[in-house]
């Protein structure tokens, strides 16, 4: 498994100008923009139907400048987006990077509206943390899932073939480095090879590979995974064997909001809003706003590694737009109740302490002193009956470190020199939130997978060309 080796005497049942594998939204992307460039795409998944992290998330893409973002009235730009994605990330991730994805998103998100018909729009009703617009582009039901379904219409639309129950094993190589085409096994154990003229790494990251999680991320060892259980680390494996350079290991999605025992993503908007999180003991333990990645290991920290995000019916109105919540209060995950009181009753949370918390926000809020955790209150209602809330633990989403990658998705060496005709995107190339959790702003993920696949598709176009 995960093998790199010479081609010499390997002969392919089939070949593609540009081969791509992994059918999340990085290799969908990818395939349509190969595609458009005049490359014949073959598209490798492992699963039976294509999903990945993607399908997991709420199918958010922050851009700048957009046209949508216009209809909306909000003014922003990619300079700004670029400031607060190296702002969030402590400087550590490459600026000249940054700044190329940030310009690009915008008008692929337009490219993928006009060409392909997925119907963006920006989320104008909260902010996510360290935005300074509100730039949050989704589709109608606010999922990862209908990002995926559409995105994978669009795919078969164009014709592109879309190899399922593929799972790659092996890259073979020509003496000069590049890529001749990959081996990979069939559901029924039987081998297939498919040969290529560029191949384009769009396999996530390692998340779902405990050993490399403890070797990288040993503090998310025992969180809960909530990626997608295919995302082994195929394109770290292989990146080590040829000598690509990884950057950023220890970078990581991680969210203080997964709702227990439901596994329900509950939207930071609960938070965003004026909501906020305490422990068993009905206390407070950090400063909730500074973003859902950091959070998951404050909540993890605490007893049972459990935590109760406290909100209300106004914020739960805002995150309804997002059909996880939907789901959510379907499935009981969140508790209602008439008084902070009736509220403790019902979680099991110690009343005294848990109406002292509450007391205490509703303090902060109408500008009373000062939040020993240094959170600003200001500027959002205070929370009124009925109270809702939800038992969380935190989890580990997905990777952000990776094979570094130039501005055409190449990846590189530890000399920075380019292997010829392979590419990656999306969480197999690095992503642009540094070495720490803390450095994850808010949609970095798909910001990567979307942005940089556009480009490492018709990038790959050009190398088979």
Request: with cysteine.
């Amino acid at each position: 498994m995960n093998a790199v080796r010479p081609v010499d005497g390997i002969a392919f049942e089939a070949e593609a100008d540009v081969l791509i594998i992994g059918a999340g939204a990085a290799g969908l992307v990818a395939a349509l923009a190969a595609k458009e460039a005049g490359a014949e795409v073959v598209i490798v998944e492992r699963d039976a139907v294509p999903s990945g992290s993607t399908a997991l998330s709420a199918g958010l893409i922050p851009a700048a400048g957009t046209r949508f973002q216009r209809q909306a009235d909000i003014e922003d730009s990619p300079a700004l987006f670029a400031r607060d994605i190296l702002e969030k990330a402590h400087h550590e991730p490459d600026a000249a990077m940054v700044g190329h994805l940030a310009e690009r998103i915008g008008p692929v998100l337009e490219w993928l509206a006009d060409h392909h018909g997925l119907p963006f729009d920006v989320i104008t009703n909260f902010s996510y943390p360290g935005h300074s617009a509100r730039r949050m582009h989704g589709l109608p039901k606010r999922t990862g899932s209908e990002l995926i379904d559409r995105l994978r219409e669009a795919v078969e639309a164009q014709e592109i073939p879309i190899l399922t129950g593929f799972r790659a094993t092996t890259l073979f190589r020509r003496q000069d480095g590049a890529i001749a085409g990959i081996a990979g096994t069939r559901p029924d154990g039987s081998e297939e090879r498919i040969g290529c003229k560029a191949l384009v790494l769009a396999c996530n990251g390692y998340g779902g590979n405990r050993a490399l999680v403890a070797r990288h991320i040993p503090k998310m060892t025992e969180a809960l995974w909530f990626g997608h259980s295919g995302n082994e680390g195929d394109a770290v494996l292989w990146g080590e064997q040829i000598g690509a350079e990884l950057v950023d290991m220890s970078g990581h999605q991680g969210h203080g909001s997964v709702a227990q025992p439901h596994g329900i993503l509950i939207s930071w908007a609960t938070i965003m809003e004026g909501g906020f999180q305490v422990n068993a003991l009905g206390e407070r333990f950090s400063d909730e706003s500074h973003g859902y990645s950091e959070q998951a290991a404050n909540v993890l920290r605490q007893p049972a590694g459990k935590a109760w995000t406290i909100f209300d019916a106004r914020i739960a109105g805002i995150a309804r737009q997002f059909e996880d919540f939907q789901n959510a209060e379907a499935q009981g995950a969140i508790v209602s109740a008439t008084s902070i009181e009736d509220l403790a009753m019902k979680t099991g949370l110690p009343e005294a302490a848990l109406a002292a918390t509450a007391a205490e926000v509703a303090a902060l809020k109408r500008g009373e002193g000062q939040d020993r955790f240094g959170r600003d209150f200001s500027n959002v209602p205070p929370l009124a009956a009925p109270f809702h809330a939800a038992r969380v633990t935190g989890a580990l989403f997905h990777t952000q470190g990776g094979l570094r990658v130039d501005d055409a998705a190449h990846v590189l060496d530890k000399d920075g020199r380019a292997f010829p005709n392979l590419h990656a995107c999306g969480g197999a190339a690095v992503g642009v939130s540094g070495a720490q959790a803390s450095g994850y702003l808010s949609g970095n993920g798909l910001l990567t997978a979307v942005a940089l696949g556009e480009i490492a598709g018709r990038a790959a176009a050009s190398s088979s060309a």
